[in-house]
């Protein structure tokens, strides 16, 4: 177990490597940060200073060395736009971020696990097929265009909630949560089921085809022939057995639930992380472009070795398998 | 036969299976009884109609076949017409289940010993420590060693004989008067499959309890069962107590299956095969639905279709069958 999760952290820091060096190097050809940082008039001696400042004109392993070394020890530079710590300015937004995200990735969780289980199990009801119906469109509209028709409707229309923004924060220690005013509640909403949404069908869609799958087996039927009760045969026996590859999905798409914040924060002006990326990329800010993806990288292994290590909680095979081999 | 109503009554049942390309009959009119305690071996080839005659019995046919008529009658009350939740209280309390594959049939997220306290406490009132007490009880006497260790196992714990033992323990454990069994040792290694049907057969005697034995193996059958029916094509053709079946039988179709069974010790001759196939459901011939197959077939066998009827110790459906033949091999 223990050699396990130490092989899997040597994994972990060389796709984190990988990434950097990816990171790092897109970033060169994006173009001149320079010409943002100063103005219309300034001198191409002006120019040459500052980029010699910020050690722009040095070799491209030698920024990379010096950015690796540096945001291993949580320092990722100075925004080039902003002249803050790019750690600061994330560290600032990562409360937004991670607030939207957790609040889709339950809303998607407890809406889609549910409806994938009540489509598999009523699968020739008319709701069912509604539901199955209602899902195409989840996965087939992008997600700026659900963020809009929503915004549109209960924003613009009916006005019953904001448009844009995260409303008012409360400041816990060094994290901003909207989570306990009204507004930021009231917020919080239309970004979370616009990010949500795609998620949530997948979900269903994806417990819904795992639970037919179950349904059909040997142990499912000998289950039926004992007389279990449909509640114990669907919600202990099915379930539990459909857990494991809606855990794996699950765990990647709540990584891209961080990830693709940055579409929905765009859309709602929601002041997280993507946010500061899109800006980030408008002004060719380098270091918090690579801070923004390595982070990324992070929550996506963690996200990984989380899921595997839930493995060992719900299919007793892995843990004696595993168990044997030490 | 009693005067007393059997075990298990089963009268003209006809199983349909509605397709695109119009209704397939997977079972005609087919009637049998199993009396208290009795082993009723059913066989034929893949296809007759023996496991889904057996699925109809514990009212869990796949859909979207379907019971299109007759009756299923244990202890003289209808069970084949009755509401889910009443079916599912005779599943399991009244008629227990085995199925062919003991690799699949038990839930792999489970311990064992939560699969049977589950079905234990589904039909017994039972508290907990009761019903585990029991489970315990049950797994050493299907011949589980270590009982009271083993039963928190997971099922991948268990080789394939020792997991057919717990699902025998798991058939049984709500004392249920009549198991349908179906291809119960086709899974298992040769060497296993005997052990498992000593079990059978000592468990059903112990408790009392009435077998439908569905197998292809003849062998499985000589050495279990008490009567035997041989289906074809969806019919019953021959019914008969065992050794007279085995020994005397009447029906072209089950002089052939017979044939087909090496003797150890007898004189060495050619097993008898059957020739061709049988008819896919959409393609039954007209008459006898065996007569293309059978060396014996006359003219009335391609129009008309025979009844069961005596035929020295068993009941035949073949035209010939009242005059004695000899028999083959």
Known sequence: MIAFVLRRLAQTFAVLGVVALIAFALFNYTGDPIAFMVGQDATLEDRARLRQELGLDRPFYVQFARFVGNAVQGDFGVSLRQGRKVSVLLAE??????????????????????AGVYTALRRHGVVAHALLAASLVGVSLPTFLIGILLILLFAVQLGWLPSFGRGDTVALGGWTTGLLTASGLKSLILPSITLALFQMTLIMRLVRAEMLEVLRTDYIRFARARGLTDRSIHF??????TLVPVITITGLQLGSIIAFAIITETVFQWPGMGLLFIQAVNFADVPVMAAYLCFIAVVFVVINLAVDLLYYAVDPRLRIERGAAH | MTASAPLL????????????????VAVHDVSFEI?????????????????ITGAAIIGLIDPPGRIAGGEIRLEGRRIDALPPAEMRRVRGREIGAVFQDPLTSLNP?????????????THLSTGEAEARARAIALLEEVGIPAASRR??????????GMRQRVVLALALCAQPKLIVADEPTTALDVSIQAQIIQLLKRLCRDHG???????????????????????????????????????RPR???????????PSIGGSVERLVQIDGAMPRLDAVPSGCAFHPRCPRAIERCRRELPELRPAGATRAACWLAGSPVEQAA
């Open chain 1, 93 to 114: 937004r990562l409360p937004a971020t991670l607030e939207l995200s957790l609040a889709a990735a339950i809303l998607a969780l407890a809406v889609g696990i549910p």
């Open chain 1, 236 to 241: 202990g026996h099915a379930l539990k057995n």
């Open chain 2, 9 to 24: 009554a089963v009268d003209r049942l006809r199983i349909e299976f509605p397709t695109r390309r119009g209704t397939l």
């Open chain 2, 35 to 51: 009396a208290r305690g009795e082993v009723l071996g059913v066989v034929g080839e893949s296809g007759a109609g023996k496991s």
């Open chain 2, 109 to 121: 997220l489970y311990t064992i010993g939560r699969q049977l306290v589950e079905t234990i406490r």
């Open chain 2, 151 to 160: 039963i928190d196992q997971y099922p991948h714990q268990f080789s394939g």
């Open chain 2, 209 to 247: 309890t009435a077998v439908m034995l569905v197998t292809h193996d003849m062998g499985v059958i000589a050495e279990t069962a008490d009567r035997v029916a041989v289906m074809y094509a969806g019919r019953i053709v021959e019914i008969g107590p065992a050794a007279d079946l085995i020994h």
């Open chain 2, 251 to 261: 029906h072209p179709y089950s002089i052939g299956l017979m044939g087909s069974i």
